[in-house]
Every structure is written in structure tokens, then in C-alpha cells.
């Protein structure tokens, strides 16, 4: 808070305007046609300038102190109820989603929360207007220095005559002041209305005037305003200036910048993930890391997620001065009038928070798009959402006939005297689309009298405080469409041999009953019938209809017939859950030229036809085709495994190294890029592809549970069966087959015999299986076996040299034996015994052919 010395008194403010009235008029008097200003006095136009810009700066740096002061305190009271806010979320945690849901509704019936949030929205935006004021302050007051300087530098080099006012002034004042404003300090405003009244005097003197001029007395009344002694100005006038240093030092180690942050997990020079404007101290600090794996569980109830998942936390223990602006990158595909963007805030201690951007697009990184910009007074996570819109308004006890701004067909009259004291409403209204209802009598006979349906419609009031007077509502029910009517008429059943058609039947059925309009109401904790209440059709589609009570639910439905309640309440309720649930395709897809690259893309049914277009667009195509439609919610997740031959590294790190997880939101691409390996590359042999089955497990957002940096399936909800088989095959690619090191090593006659000595050590390596599958790759005779089972029968290793050298003997002369016997025993299943008889060979011939030069 700025020192009360140094403020202006009411009176010493009014006598300041005064001054700067007076200033002006004298200005206009130079601005007359030259016959009149030489009529008039010869004045200093460029002191006289420099006076007004003086004063009005003056009373700009008052006003600014004072704005500041507000600033300060609009600060304090926005910070204090976002820490009662969110005090008031301690229970709203992901794990404990019951305690979140009756929390929510004990707000919603006392209406406080609703208060409490309407109260801090209209401090931030008073504080935003501030803000806006400030700085246009700031501007004005640059404005002013340039044009003091101008004047001053002018006053110095030329005479006052010799200086045409009139000349720059009819140009642009900021265009012309800043392009020749000096780089020299300011002077003083006090020190130049001194300096200019000397001047006055010396010129007063050679001019013969008898009047004297109003400089002095305007001179005069600016040091009574405030109070200033010329003295002791100028012996200050030092600690002034070091002072003024200080605060030019201090305002710009807190100059705001914006810097975008990148995903800190990534290279620096990846793509920007937010940026921040804050403090050049403070940005430094702070990290961005994407934790996209949070994504399930930062939506809840009609929430859609909008944006990546981002965690931006304090990586230093300096102070954040709060608060901060972030802007988020978003894209929304839908955006209608029932829907509104909002940002949610999850502190460390996992506490929600929503907060309302102040834009939703704006230009960073050298690019106009879509931003979500708000002003934060914590970190944590932060996520763009998508969410119906939320309309409050305060009904007076004198009644209220409100119109929705989101749909302006809605209307709710409340009659005077409907409540004891003014209360604060809360409207949501959710679209049924007529889609939805027609998929719910597809599945169930029962609800085919049902037409169309009004939109969900959500009213909150206080609980404390009971409806007296009937509430009107009015909502649009559209009728039977006009392509059906034109459809019946032309359609006219005839009478055919004297009887008629099943067809016939039922048109004749559909004629003689009558249409009517029901109500179903919430309360209690269940949908209900209201049989009392009647409803009457209005024009443009539109019904109407009076409440005795008030209910936090409605719905009217358009019956072709009369249906049982019980049927009606449960087509309610099921069209309550069918708004929630999409219609999702999973397709799966390789990349043309590496086969082993594969995506797999979780997407709304109806935009499977454009997504598969941009996916071969990149290079992937199919098989396998499209899955069938899956029903999920905003945030649920796919687990998939792979049962066969093939397998793929997980990138997530998981602990079953089987399994990849793909999270469904409904505005967002859902994609999951994997690298595919066979098992066994002796498998499948008889096709030319690798073959597998990947199941898809759905896992809904009540088995996620927080865990870290993603959201893990809790152990005690076991998966159920699968919502969806694809089968999924891998191209082979052709190996290289390794030849026998025979080749190579091999150097002299293989038609000589392996010696004893060799066949010796081979059978002592042999075991019984080796030795038994070597027999039948020897293919040794049957009566040469028993001979050497009877010749040895209690040692292996002579049995199998008896049966080596008999089949040592039967062989030709001119065959290759021992490249023979390597060959068996890789068929054996020994390559590295194949490997070592070779090497033993070739090492023995080499030593035969020693010998004979050492003699």
C-alpha cells in the first residue's frame, strides 16, 4: 500500500483539477485561427503543454496508487475463497467416488457451493478488469513522460516563437511522441515548473503587458496541492533517484513473460505442451510433463476430455507469486450450445477444482488457435474439458420467468411469493438425441409406444426452503415427424377380399388412439410418474405444464399409447444411462511397408469411414476389418492381449507384458502404436503367416484406481469376458539358413574313416535319447543294434561304439564319412557334438601331416 503522505485530500484533488481546467482552456486559446491568437497574448506554448502533460500525470500516478490498493485487496479475497473452495473439496477424491457423489449432492441441495463459486467468479473477473486498468494507466503514463521530453528537449534548443504548437499536433499525439521522445531521464515536474516560471519572469520584463501571467498562479496552486518545497526537493534529489532505481530494478525482475513448456520426458525442442506468463523468476522453475495415462480419471459424469493431461509442478522451493496464467492447447470437435469448455485443476493432495478460462483461443507460438487461458493459484494436473453448461440465477421473492440462455425455448416461471427469500437456482440441460431413443426400442417391444422426448432437464434448489407457488415449465417435445405423417397418409390401409393385414391393423390402431404427453419427475432417489400433473401442448412444438414441488429431474415423453409406469421409468432410466454411452469401433491396422507396425484406434462409430481414410493416409491398412460396435463411456479403458504366436514389447511398462491398454474419449484421437515379434519363429509352419487372437477387455472407471503417473486396474475387480476377438497375422521374413562349419574347416580327403579314438570320445559324450535318435538317423540296421545290446548291456557308451563302427563298416569307400556322421547328429539334436567331431577331424590331420616333416 502506497504511503498516506504521499496521497492527495479531496480537496487538494479538486483543487489539481482545477488546475488542469484552467490549463486547458489556455490550450484551446493557442489552437484559435491566427487573426484571434493575434489578438492574444504571446505565450510559451511548449511550457505550457509541458505544465498540462505534468499535472495530468500527476493525477494518473493517484489514480494508479488507488487501483493498485483495490488490486491488492481483490487479490487477498480471491485468494481466500479459493482456499475455502477447496477446503470444501477435501472429500472430492478419485478413489472414494461414493463420498464425491453425496458431497456433491449435499452442495447442490444447500445451494452454497453454487453461491460460493458465483461470488469468486465475480471477484476474478473484477479482478481481470483491474488488471486491464493498471495497465492502460501504464500506458498513459509512458505517454505523458514522451511528450514531457519532447517538449523539454524543444524549450532547450529553440525559442518559444520560433516552435509552431499547431504543426505536430495535428498529427497523431502516441505516433508523434514516441517517435521523438529522447533517451535522456525525465526531469522533475516540480523542478520544470520552476524553470519555466524564471523563464516567465525574464520574458515578462521586456514585454509590456499589464496583466500578470496565469503560469504563476497556476505554479503556486500545484505546490499548495501537493504540498512541495522546492528546497527540499532538490536536496533529495539524489535519494529520489537511487530510490527510483531500485523500483525500476524491482519492476523488472517481476516483468511478466509467456514461455512455452515442453514435455519434460522429451527433448526440449519438442513441440510446446502449455505456455505460462508469470514472473521471468518463476518460469524458469517450473516443469510440464504429460501424464496422459491420468486421462480416465479426469473426467467424471457428461465430462469429455478436450486436451492432453498435463502435470505442471515446482521444481525449486521458490515462492509461485500467485496467481499464474496458463493457456492450454485444445480441440473440441463439438462445441453446441449446451456444452462449455472448463478447465479442471487436481492439487497434489488429489483435491478438484474447476476453473472458467478467461479466453478460449488466442495467439502463442506464433499461431492463432484454440488456448483455455485461466488464472491459477495452485499446480497440480490440469486437463480441458468439455462439459454441459451450468446455468445459475437468483429468484427474488417478488418471481422470475426465466428463459435458458442455452436453449431459449426452455422457460421457468416462478410465481411471487414461490419461495420465503430469494434463492439461487441451478439449471443443466442434457440433449436426448432421437437417435438414442429409437437404438432403446430397437432392444426392448416395450418402449415402442414412446415418439420423442424432451431434454433432461436438471433443477437444483435450496432444500432448506420449500416451493409455495406452482412452478410453470415449459420444453420442447418435438412431434411425430413429418416424414412418418406424409409416410401414414399416402400409406392408406384398403380393404382386400374382406380382411386386412397385420399392418393394416396396426395403422388403424395408431389412428384411434390419441397422443399423450407424460411427466417423469426424481425424487427420492428414483424416477416417478407424475400422474397429477397435466401437460399441454403449445405451439412450435413446445409443452407446458405446472409443478406443485420441486423436482431435480425432469422429462416428458410423447406416447403414442398408454404404457405401465413401470415401463416408463425404466425407459427413463436407461435413456438417462444411453445419453452417457458411444458407439465405438476398433480398428486395427498394419503399416504397408513394415508389417510389424501396427496402430490400434478406439473410435466413435460414426467417423470410422474419415478415420480409416486419414490412418491409410499414413500408411496403414488393413486386414483385420473393423470390430463390431462396442457400447463405452467418456474414459473407459481396452486392455488387449495377445494369445498365439505373436507378441509385442509393452511401452508403458505394465506388469503383464501381454497386455496394452487404449482409453476411449469421445473428441480426441485414440491411438495406440505397437511393435509386433512372433513367439516362436519355427511356429505356424505350415502357413506363411505368424497367427494370433487379440482379445479386448473393457475396464470401466470404477475398477481405476490412482497410481502414480496413470490410472491401474485395482486388484480386487477381476477382468470379465471380453467385449471383442480380432485375429491378427505377421508376414515371415526370410531367414538366413547357417551352413555346417564342415565347409569351411574341411580341408583334406573326408572319404577317410573316423578313427577309434574319435568314436570313443563321441559315445562317452552320447546319452540314452541322443544315442537312440542317432541310430535312427544312422539308419543302422535292426540285427546290427541287438548285436551290440548283447555284446555290452550294461554300458551305453560300448553299445553305441559297437553300433558306430558296424555302421563305420558298411559304408562305401568313396563316401564322406565323418561329414555324414555330423549331419546325423545335428538331425539328433547335438550340433554342438556336429561341431566339435569336425573340429577333432581336421585337428587330427593336421598332426598326420606333421609327422612326416619332423622325421
Not at 481546467?21 to 497574448?41: I, Y
Not at 519355427?682 to 477387455?697: D, E, M
Request: hydrophobic share 35%; charged share 25%.
Amino acid at each position: 500500500m502506497a504511503d498516506p503522505a504521499s496521497q492527495l485530500t479531496l480537496s487538494q484533488e479538486n483543487n489539481l483539477l482545477n488546475l488542469l481546467h484552467e490549463a486547458a482552456e489556455e490550450l484551446r486559446g493557442l489552437l484559435q485561427p491566427a487573426k484571434a491568437r493575434e489578438e492574444t497574448d504571446h505565450r510559451d506554448s511548449a511550457g505550457l503543454h509541458t505544465r498540462l502533460f505534468q499535472i495530468l500525470r500527476m493525477f494518473y500516478e493517484v489514480q494508479t496508487q488507488r487501483v493498485c490498493v483495490l488490486r491488492e485487496v481483490l487479490c487477498g479475497t480471491a485468494n481466500t475463497l479459493t482456499g475455502l473452495r477447496m477446503c470444501s473439496n477435501l472429500t472430492h477424491t478419485f478413489p472414494d467416488r461414493e463420498t464425491q457423489e453425496k458431497t456433491a449432492d449435499v452442495d447442490a441441495s444447500c445451494g452454497s457451493h453454487f453461491f460460493q463459486d458465483h461470488v469468486t467468479d465475480v471477484i476474478l473477473n473484477v479482478l481481470e478488469d483491474v488488471h486491464v486498468i493498471v495497465n492502460q494507466f501504464s500506458v498513459m503514463s509512458k505517454r505523458l513522460d514522451n511528450g514531457i521530453a519532447f517538449l523539454t528537449e524543444i524549450s532547450r534548443e529553440s525559442k518559444p516563437e520560433s516552435c509552431d504548437i499547431s504543426i505536430w499536433l495535428g498529427q497523431h499525439p502516441a505516433d508523434h511522441l514516441l517517435a521523438n521522445a529522447q533517451s535522456t531521464r525525465l526531469p522533475d515536474p516540480v523542478k520544470c515548473c520552476t524553470l519555466d516560471d524564471r523563464n516567465k519572469s525574464e520574458e515578462s520584463s521586456h514585454e509590456e503587458t499589464k496583466v500578470d501571467s496565469p503560469y504563476k498562479t497556476m505554479v503556486t496552486d500545484c505546490k499548495n496541492c501537493l504540498n512541495m518545497n522546492v528546497e527540499v526537493e532538490e536536496e533529495k534529489e539524489g535519494e529520489e533517484r537511487e530510490k527510483s532505481r531500485g523500483r525500476d530494478c524491482e519492476r523488472l525482475k517481476h516483468t511478466l513473460v509467456t514461455v512455452g513448456l515442453a514435455d519434460r520426458a522429451r527433448s526440449s525442442e519438442s513441440p510446446r505442451v502449455c505456455y505460462i506468463t508469470a514472473p521471468s523468476e518463476v518460469v524458469n522453475i517450473l516443469t510440464c510433463e504429460v501424464v496422459d495415462g491420468l486421462s480416465s480419471l479426469m473426467v467424471s459424469g457428461s465430462e469429455e476430455l478436450v486436451s492432453t493431461v498435463l502435470r505442471i509442478q515446482n521444481s525449486s522451493h521458490v515462492k509461485c507469486p500467485f496467481p499464474l496464467t496458463i493457456a492450454v492447447p485444445f480441440q473440441a470437435s463439438y462445441r453446441g450450445n449446451y456444452r462449455e469448455i472448463t478447465v479442471k485443476v487436481v492439487d497434489p493432495e488429489q483435491r478438484v477444482s474447476y476453473v472458467t478460462p478467461t479466453s478460449t483461443e488466442g495467439f502463442y507460438g506464433g499461431q492463432r488457435g484454440w488456448f483455455a487461458v485461466v488464472w491459477v493459484y495452485s499446480l497440480g494436473v490440469f486437463g480441458v474439458l468439455s462439459r454441459l453448461k451450468t446455468e445459475s440465477f437468483t429468484v427474488p421473492k417478488t418471481g422470475l420467468s426465466h428463459k435458458l440462455s442455452v436453449d431459449s425455448r426452455i422457460c421457468l416461471d416462478y410465481l411471487p411469493g414461490s419461495f420465503s427469500a430469494p434463492v439461487v437456482a441451478q439449471v443443466t440441460v442434457q440433449p436426448v438425441d432421437a437417435f438414442v431413443l429409437s437404438s432403446l426400442k430397437s432392444k426392448n417391444d416395450s418402449y415402442h409406444a414412446a415418439l420423442t422426448s424432451t431434454p433432461l432437464l436438471y433443477l437444483s434448489h435450496p432444500s432448506t426452503l420449500k416451493l409455495r407457488q406452482p412452478l410453470t415449465v415449459i420444453l420442447p417435445c418435438p412431434p411425430i415427424s413429418e416424414k412418418r405423417k406424409a409416410g401414414e397418409d399416402t400409406d392408406r390401409p384398403t380393404l382386400i377380399s374382406g380382411t386386412f393385414s397385420p399392418q393394416q391393423i396396426r395403422f388403424f390402431f395408431f389412428k384411434s388412439c390419441k397422443e399423450q404427453l407424460v411427466v417423469l419427475g426424481w425424487i427420492e432417489s428414483r424416477w416417478k410418474v407424475l400422474d397429477k400433473v397435466s401437460v399441454k401442448n403449445l405451439q412450435n412444438s413446445l409443452v407446458c405444464f405446472e409443478l406443485p414441488e420441486s423436482y431435480e429431474r425432469l422429462i416428458v415423453l410423447r406416447l403414442q399409447s398408454s404404457v405401465k409406469s413401470s415401463y416408463l421409468t425404466s425407459l427413463v432410466e436407461e435413456l438417462e444411462e444411453a445419453v452417457k454411452i458411444f458407439s465405438v469401433t476398433v480398428v486395427l491396422h498394419h503399416e504397408r511397408l513394415d508389417p510389424s507396425s501396427v496402430v490400434v484406434a478406439t473410435l466413435p462409430s460414426r467417423d470410422v469411414s474419415v478415420a480409416v481414410r486419414e490412418l491409410q493416409a499414413l500408411g496403414y491398412y488393413g486386414p483385420p476389418e473393423p470390430s463390431s460396435e462396442l457400447s463405452m463411456r467418456e474414459g473407459e479403458q481396452l486392455l488387449l492381449r495377445f494369445s498365439g504366436n505373436i507378441t509385442c514389447n509393452d511401452p508403458i511398462g505394465n506388469e503383464q507384458m501381454d497386455s496394452h491398454i487404449i482409453t476411449f474419449h469421445n473428441q480426441r484421437r485414440n491411438r495406440l502404436f505397437l511393435r509386433l515379434k512372433e513367439v516362436d519363429p519355427f511356429g505356424n509352419y505350415s502357413s506363411l503367416h505368424y497367427k494370433c487372437v487379440t482379445s479386448l477387455f473393457k475396464v470401466t472407471k470404477g475398477q481405476l484406481v490412482w497410481n502414480g503417473d496413470r490410472a491401474a486396474m485395482s486388484k480386487d475387480c477381476p477382468l470379465e469376458e471380453p467385449v471383442c476377438r480380432l485375429p491378427l497375422t505377421l508376414p515371415k521374413s526370410a531367414r538366413t539358413v547357417c551352413q555346417p562349419m564342415s565347409v569351411k574347416v574341411i580341408q583334406h580327403s573326408q572319404t577317410d574313416p573316423p578313427s577309434d579314438e574319435l568314436l570313443s570320445w563321441l559315445c562317452d559324450e552320447l546319452t540314452e535319447d541322443d544315442a537312440a535318435l542317432l541310430v535312427m538317423s544312422l539308419h543302422l540296421r535292426r540285427s546290427a543294434v541287438q548285436i551290440a545290446r548283447l555284446r555290452s548291456p550294461h554300458s551305453l557308451s560300448k553299445q553305441a561304439f559297437h553300433m558306430l563302427t558296424a555302421w563305420r563298416r558298411g559304408l562305401p569307400s568313396s563316401s564322406p564319412k565323418c561329414p555324414m556322421l555330423a549331419h546325423c547328429l545335428t538331425r539328433a539334436g547335438r550340433p554342438d557334438l556336429a561341431r566339435e567331431l569336425l573340429l577333432r577331424e581336421a585337428a587330427h590331420y593336421k598332426m598326420e601331416e606333421r609327422k612326416p616333416r619332423e622325421t
